[in-house]
């Protein structure tokens, strides 16, 4: 499988920021954050970028910060994942048919990565969906994230629009479910309900029984 190197350069930006976190926080991950589940998923969720104090923290995507606790409570909730989430990568939870990844491994400066940094971290994400054999659907989370899907299949945006709650069917067979990212801004705007995140859930529940 295609990873990210501990000390990938691909992103000079990216790369100085963990150098700099890693002299800050020099008991902690600091590294390209690798998936979480199994391959033989039939559901990958692709989120936007590790968090500086969460998945960057822990080595495990969405694991230590707000967006974790949302998502996987909801994991949970919908039977995606077992056991108990307790914010770090050695609590034993598991993940059930599901498995997560970020469309950037690395932790950005202010959650934002550039369209260079997105672009340099697509091979990843390819390999990410060609190694999952038995991928049906592919939740993303975000427009970044579901602009970095859709183009990793090789299709045009302007095909796709990203919207809450929209399905997409790609030419290559999958199903592309879009959600607004699951971020405490999201949540503390309102542009993100706790129920409108389930309702997604509720919909992947159906296509993937
Ligand atoms: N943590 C992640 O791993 N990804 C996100 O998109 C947000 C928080």
Redesign the pocket.
């Known amino acids: 499988m295609l990873q990210p190197s501990e000390n990938c350069d691909l992103c000079p930006r990216l790369k100085a920021f963990r150098e700099d976190n890693r002299e800050a926080f020099s008991d902690k991950f600091n590294a390209p954050?690798p998936s979480f589940g199994s391959q033989d998923a039939e559901f990958l969720i692709v989120?936007?970028?590790?968090?500086l104090k969460?998945?960057n923290f822990t080595g495990r995507?969405?694991t230590g910060?707000y967006?974790?606790d949302l998502l996987y409570k909801t994991l949970l909730k919908f039977g995606f994942a077992k056991g108990t989430y307790m914010g770090h990568a050695a609590d034993g939870l598991e993940l059930v048919n599901c498995r997560i990844t970020?469309a950037v491994r690395c932790v950005p400066p202010e959650n934002k990565p550039l369209g260079d940094e997105i672009k340099q971290c697509q091979p990843f994400l390819k390999n990410e969906l060609e190694s999952m054999p038995q991928l049906k659907l592919v939740l993303s989370?975000?427009k970044i994230s579901h602009d970095a899907v859709v183009r990793t299949c090789g299709e045009k945006l302007s095909s796709y629009k990203f919207g809450h709650s929209a399905v997409h069917i790609l030419e290559n067979g999958l199903t592309l479910i879009d959600s607004y990212?699951c971020?405490r801004y999201n949540t503390n705007t309102g542009r993100l309900t706790e129920q409108m995140f389930f309702d997604v859930f509720e919909l992947i529940r159906q296509k993937i029984i």
């Open positions: 954050v989120g936007l970028a590790p968090g969460g998945a995507p969405f910060d967006a974790g970020n989370l975000g990212h971020s």
